[in-house]
């Protein structure tokens, strides 16, 4: 069974730093493309980050280009967003996703990232 | 940026009847990058079709998906209970986005 266990998200103030991690497991990583898409309370779906098998290709919304970095460690079947210079738009819950064919065929439940002093 | 304009944004049906769900495109899509989910509340977003018209692992045949170019369209044949959610199109040019939403209601 494919399981997808997003952490690290909480509360934190503008201008400061939080690293989202999201285990996997029941596929095998690193023949899979994986993502980062987020939510803001009551609002659609946003892509934020993309990041191929190897880490040979990676993408950025336009919204947090500069700011976000994504990254995976195939040995350890885990996928990692760091972010820096945190704004209140960036409040979301944020999944963690697989790509199969150029879409999402699984999702984490997500962890919730409030921004806020 | 491929901007996707989802219609109607809320869909009042009762159980049986037809959804006829709309995506629209800004510029043309490969037929290949166009997905359709489905999303409950507190849930995360469930894939029911990719590729267009090709139904995830899993999802009922009553959900269907056509199009090309920049017009994709989703169709729940018969409305059952468990479908009135938000849906969502999502597209792969060279970034990834997703539509608006469309709400399918109890009437």
């Known amino acids: 069974e494919v399981q997808l266990v997003e952490s690290g998200g909480g509360l934190v103030q503008p201008g400061r730093s939080l690293r989202l991690s999201c285990a996997a497991s029941g596929f095998t990583f690193d023949d899979y493309a994986m993502h980062w898409v987020r939510q803001a309370p009551g609002k659609g779906l946003e892509w934020v980050s993309g990041i191929s098998w190897n880490s040979g290709s990676i993408g950025y919304a336009d919204s947090v280009k500069g700011r976000f970095t994504i990254s995976r460690d195939n040995a350890k079947n885990s996928l990692y967003l760091q972010m820096n210079s945190l704004r209140a738009e960036d409040t979301a819950l944020y999944y963690c996703a697989k790509e199969l064919a150029a879409a999402f065929d699984y999702w984490g439940q997500g962890t919730l990232v409030t921004v806020s002093s | 940026e491929i901007v996707l304009t989802q219609s109607p944004g809320t869909l009042s049906l009762s159980p049986g009847e037809r959804a006829t769900l709309s995506c629209r495109a800004s510029?043309?899509?490969?037929?290949?990058?166009l997905a359709w989910y489905q999303q409950k509340p507190g849930q995360a977003p469930r894939l029911l079709i990719y590729g267009a018209s090709s139904r995830a692992t899993g999802i009922p045949d009553r959900f269907s998906g056509s199009g090309s170019g920049t017009d994709f369209t989703l169709t729940i044949s018969r409305l059952e209970p468990e479908d009135f959610a938000v849906y969502y199109c999502q597209q792969y040019g060279s970034l990834w986005t997703f539509g608006q939403g469309t709400k399918v209601e109890i009437k």
């Open positions: 510029q043309s899509v490969s037929s290949s990058y």
